[in-house]
């Protein structure tokens, strides 16, 4: 007994070299497989499994969001101490989801409703205390072939099949059963090895360019530095189109480009503005009484500002507090954001203008790690365009699974997506998730790439996540029932 629960954060943690850098669905799978296994072996009640399943979590969260030790790293002396308890902490909270699902599924059907009761806790840990469905599964799935269903079920069904079919594969019962699973497992494993078979996306005749000032967050905000990295994208900005192609229709700069908030930004903008013919995009903070947001403008050729979007879905305890503004009726004012402490969420998605390259979606940093963030688009856009600071996620794994999430967005709404990243990895990618063009992490320059066309829209852009809650509550509450039903349970 007591060896299954320590077996349980070491497939965990097995599973998680699904997860960006290594990008091993086969591991993944291979662990949710020894999960079922262990919850199927282990005797006891809801309490035993909801401890095996914690401990699963554990390992596998601990392993797959290690980068979040990074942003303590920034200033070493001051915060550094912090970072094992934020990984420790962060990994413990995220497997009590997983262990819930366990507890859950033993106390409904004590050998089946596993694969219902994990699918419900990964949307509901999308959704619950504004959401972190970061290292989900599924997400593991973009460079391979099973990962093109996001188009068609999205990113939690495909969490329900990957449970389904670990459960179905330790099922017992006669020869023909058996043969089935065989059938089973190797066309499972083929859908986790093989590449996307798709032909190549159709490419518009619209060029982007995607600048990477690439400037460690230490030195963004140092007044001995920003002006380097200024002059750096103004360079970028200018240069010629590389390799004698097409000269850029738009330039996309990162998450908060500039040190200066957008009201004592106008000579900058003027500098940008003469430093290209066509728009430029550019994450930017800007206040407006006594409330800052994490904003994006889009600047017209002379520099003006055309469009504005504020981002909507903030990262909390990053750039909030929770509660703050509550707090600040009962006299606790230092986490207000409504006084300047934080950032201020914006109305919501919105659609922006930009001329012959269509439409397109504004996503800043975070606001890509939520499909239904995208799926609540007032409009269909032409395109996807994420600004991002992956500055604070590290050099190896956090801007990776970060980019893995971008790659998922654009999958599930058939779209490209434009990707300009303050470290990288800055990235076209196209409407089946494939990186057509990009920057190194970690290193300075631009790329200029033409714009793939959409396709059409898919059957997850239609429907959302709605037919997945139907179902999982139909399933669950049809299992309920039997229980209450059946004579061990009698009243």
């Not at 099922?171 to 023909?176: E, H, I, M, Y």
């Not at 032409?382 to 980019?403: C, E, I, S, Y």
Request: neutral net charge; aromatic residues 10%; hydrophobic residues 55%.
């Amino acid at each position: 007994m007591r060896g299954r629960l320590l077996l349980a954060p070491l497939a965990g943690a097995i599973a998680a070299f699904g997860q960006a850098p290594y990008e091993l669905p086969i591991l993944l799978f291979a662990g949710l497989v020894a999960a079922f296994w262990l919850f199927r072996a282990q005797a006891g009640g809801p309490a035993r499994a909801a401890l095996l399943g914690w401990g699963f979590g554990f390992g596998y969260f601990l392993h797959a969001l290690q980068w979040i030790v990074s942003p303590f790293m920034v200033d070493v002396a001051r915060h550094g101490w912090m970072a094992p308890f934020a990984l420790i902490l962060l990994a413990a909270g995220m497997a009590l989801f997983w262990g819930v699902a366990f507890g859950l599924a033993r106390w409904i059907a004590p050998k089946r409703g596993l694969a219902l009761t994990w699918a419900a806790v990964e949307l509901l840990r999308a959704y619950i205390f504004t959401g972190f469905p970061w290292a989900m599964p599924a997400q593991a799935l973009v460079g391979v072939m099973s990962g093109q269903g996001l188009a068609w079920v999205g990113p939690y069904a495909l969490n329900l099949w990957l449970f389904a079919i670990a459960a179905i594969l330790l099922l017992r019962g006669p020869l023909s059963l058996r043969l089935g699973q065989g059938a089973l497992a190797l066309s499972t494993v083929l859908l986790l090895l093989l590449p996307p078979q798709a032909p190549p996306a159709v490419l518009t005749e619209n060029v982007v360019r995607l600048v990477q000032p690439n400037a460690a967050q230490r030195d963004k905000w140092n007044p001995d530095t920003f002006e380097f990295y200024f002059s750096r994208q103004l360079d970028y900005t200018a240069a010629a189109p590389q390799d004698e192609g097409a000269a850029p229709d738009l330039v996309i700069w990162p998450e908060t480009a500039i040190p200066w908030s957008l009201d004592m930004a106008g000579s900058a903008l003027d500098e940008i503005g003469a430093a290209s013919d066509v728009p430029v995009v550019l994450g930017v903070q800007r206040r407006s009484n006594m409330r800052y947001y994490n904003s994006l403008v889009v600047l017209d050729e002379g520099g003006a500002v055309d469009q504005l979007y504020d981002k909507h879905h903030l990262v909390p305890f990053g750039e909030y507090m929770p509660l703050g503004d509550l707090m600040a009726r009962f006299g606790i004012h230092g986490l207000a954001a409504q006084e300047g402490n934080g950032f201020s969420s914006g109305p919501g998605a919105q659609v922006l203008d930009l001329g012959p390259l269509g439409a397109a979606l504004p996503l800043i940093c975070y606001e890509a790690v939520f499909a239904h963030d995208v799926n609540a688009a007032p409009a269909r856009p032409a395109f996807l365009m994420q600004v991002t600071n992956d500055a604070w996620f590290g050099k190896a794994a956090g801007p990776r699974q970060h980019l893995v999430q971008a790659r998922m967005r654009a999958i599930e709404q058939g779209l490209p997506m434009a990707r300009a990243a303050n470290t990288g990895i800055s990235a076209m990618i196209d409407p089946q998730g494939r990186v057509i063009a990009s920057l190194p992490l970690n290193s300075a320059g631009f790329i200029d790439a033409p714009l793939p066309a959409p396709l059409a829209p898919t059957l997850y852009s239609r429907s959302g996540d709605l037919p997945l809650i139907l179902l999982l509550t139909l399933c669950l509450a049809g299992l309920a029932v039997a229980r209450r039903r059946s004579p061990g349970n009698a009243d």
